[in-house]
């Protein structure tokens, strides 16, 4: 059981590229979610998707889009990298109400 | 900022102590849930504590939740080595359809 798998784990861009972030887990869950994390900044979320067909924006959408192209799987887009991006990136899953959350390993993203 | 905050941000203590953090948050939750996460990986649920409820507890750790206060503690008993990580707490609002609400952490150092 792999849980939640993400790709890449590391990753350089320069700025103005484009690059996607994979996600996908193996547990049927609804609830997807991503997150980026800074030092000093905990997690934010950046969007979250309740049920496959269904997205939406947390605090920091700016400068992301997203993907629920089907219940496992969930991308994240970068349209035109700048360096405020550079973070690391968590997806992570969830059942319905009153379940924990299951995250991914993270990619860590530098952009240049 | 929709975060809650931790307190302290960082934690020094000898093994064989108690280590206590304290999360507050803002909105109306249907439950509250720490984490773990070691240096580069990703979270790890720890507990689950409902709105409805006052005290919790898992192996060597207490959890306490006070809605009126918007506040909870994580009490981590007889402290180990191992237990050195960050400790996050995240909120479910009670609303339908969102994410979980992650604080900026709490980073406790248990030294041998």
């Known amino acids: 059981n792999a849980g939640v798998t993400q790709t890449p784990k590391f990753q350089v861009l320069k700025t103005g590229q484009s690059m996607t972030l994979q996600c996908a887990q193996d547990m049927n869950h609804n609830s997807m979610y991503w997150y980026r994390q800074d030092p000093g900044m905990g997690l934010r979320l950046i969007y979250y998707s309740a049920s496959e067909g269904t997205t939406d924006k947390g605090e920091v959408p700016n400068g992301y889009n997203v993907s629920r192209l089907n219940k496992r799987e969930f991308s994240l887009r970068l349209e035109s990298a700048a360096p405020s991006q550079t973070s690391v990136y968590f997806c992570?899953?969830?059942?319905?109400?009153?379940?924990?959350?299951?995250f991914g390993q993270g990619t860590r993203l530098t952009v240049v | 900022s929709q975060q809650g905050e931790e307190d302290p941000q960082a934690l020094s203590i000898q093994e064989g102590e108690n280590a206590t953090m304290n999360c507050s948050y803002k909105?109306?939750?249907?439950?509250l849930q720490w984490y773990r996460q070691n240096s580069g990986r990703g979270l790890v649920h720890l507990i689950l504590?409902?709105?409805?409820?006052r005290e919790k507890h898992s192996g060597r750790l207490r959890v306490t939740l006070d809605t009126s206060k918007k506040s909870s503690s994580l009490l981590i008993t007889a402290s180990r080595a191992a237990d050195t990580a960050s400790y996050f707490c995240a909120t479910e609002p009670n609303q339908a359809g969102t994410a979980l609400i992650f604080g900026k952490g709490t980073t406790l150092s248990v030294s041998s």
């Open positions: 504590i409902r709105s409805n409820e």
């Open positions: 992570a899953s969830s059942g319905d109400w009153y379940t924990e959350a299951f």
């Open positions: 909105t109306s939750i249907n439950n």
